[in-house]
């Protein structure tokens, strides 16, 4: 799928700053200078990821982007305000460390995450998709939901373990 392409391009390139972009063209080429320049002007950020004002995705889409954003914020603990996208520019050392990860369900946001928490968002322009549309339909976006939560979080333990511990209070 698209994250193990991704990952697979990952552990190919050589440079300094790495920029993640998806193929659909709905964030232009142009923008990349912005995310690369929001990096290197602030030694303090690890990763720089770019954050539409306004998204051109369908409804349903937009729902279960919403959702993931919730799981994430109470499983990885997110900030509200930190929106996670595949346009991004990572240091090396993160893409590096990212890469580490051994993981059959990679998923860039909440590893890039768990990697670090110095990321911010860049505002860059977001167009609509010329061609085609989205290849996620709604079973995928839930899909990817549960991995980011059964992943990359430790919530789904700590849930199971509370209601363990009521049960044997309640049974005793």
Do not use: W
Not at 62 to 91: C, H, M, T, W, Y
């Amino acid at each position: 799928g698209q994250f193990r392409a991704l990952f697979c391009g990952l552990t190919q390139v050589r440079g300094t700053i790495v920029v993640t972009m998806d193929d659909d063209l709905q964030h232009p080429a142009t923008e990349v200078i912005k995310l690369v320049r929001a990096l290197t002007d602030d030694p303090k950020s690890d990763a720089v990821i770019g954050r539409a004002e306004e998204r051109n995705h369908s409804p349903l889409r937009n729902i279960g982007s919403s959702l993931n954003d919730i799981v994430l914020r109470l499983s990885l603990g997110k900030p509200r305000n930190l929106q996670f996208g595949s346009f991004r520019a990572i240091r090396r050392e993160i893409v590096d460390a990212m890469l580490s990860f051994q993981t059959s369900n990679p998923v860039p946001g909440p590893l890039l995450f768990r990697t670090t928490r110095r990321v911010k968002n860049v505002t860059v322009e977001h167009r609509p998709r010329l061609h085609g549309g989205s290849n996620y339909s709604l079973y995928q976006l839930g899909k990817v939901t549960l991995d980011n939560l059964l992943s990359y979080s430790t919530l789904p333990l700590k849930v199971v373990s509370v209601i363990g511990i009521l049960t044997s209070l309640l049974s005793a």
